[in-house]
């Protein structure tokens, strides 16, 4: 008889748990790295806002205001921030658009601004931590009395957001005849 023992660790047995070690190695650095990237990934927050200071012959002055919160560890830099205002006239019918029954249509265009930042610049930047505002003062005819606010930013990794608001314009309904 020999004088070895044996433990009934085979090859197999030893492969098994040298791939087992190597799954929860891989598994760790994938956490790891998914960490770091997300942590290192542009993380900004856009809020719209819009008030109406009040009228102006058959106008509104309306103001909006973009405010951009960087709650990332890196600095977000904004190639394109779109801002778009459209109305609903207070003499139109309340009617949804298809197949959304709790989104209105709000048909017309009143103002549309395809880039914010300047074209001297090549990107509105928002430190980490920081906080970013834009402000706009626009026209808006009096026949409306409802506005929506929306704006879309992209950010360089082509990553698009956006955001919306609606607010009331006080627009006077149209007065009534007696027949």
Request: with cysteine; hydrophobic share 40%; proline share 4%.
């Amino acid at each position: 008889m020999s004088d070895c023992i044996n433990y009934g660790i085979g090859n197999l047995d030893i492969f098994m748990l040298g791939m087992s070690l190597l799954g929860i190695l891989a598994a760790g650095i994938w956490v790891r790295v998914r960490r770091r990237r997300k942590r290192l990934h542009p993380q900004v927050e856009l809020t719209v806002t819009a008030r109406l200071l009040g009228p102006q012959r058959s106008n509104n002055v309306v103001e909006t205001t973009l405010t951009f919160r960087n709650t990332g560890k890196v600095r977000v830099e904004l190639p394109k921030i779109e801002l778009e205002i459209r109305g609903m006239e207070a003499d139109s019918d309340l009617f949804a658009l298809k197949n959304k029954s709790a989104q209105f249509d709000f048909t017309t265009r009143i103002a549309h601004e395809p880039n914010l930042v300047p074209p001297q610049w090549d990107y509105l930047f928002v430190e980490p931590g920081g906080t970013q505002e834009i402000r706009r003062i626009s026209k808006v005819d009096a026949r409306y009395s409802f506005l929506l606010v929306r704006s879309e930013f992209e950010s360089m990794n082509g990553d698009r957001h956006s955001s919306a608001c609606v607010i009331e314009s006080h627009a006077s309904q149209p007065a009534m005849t007696a027949s």
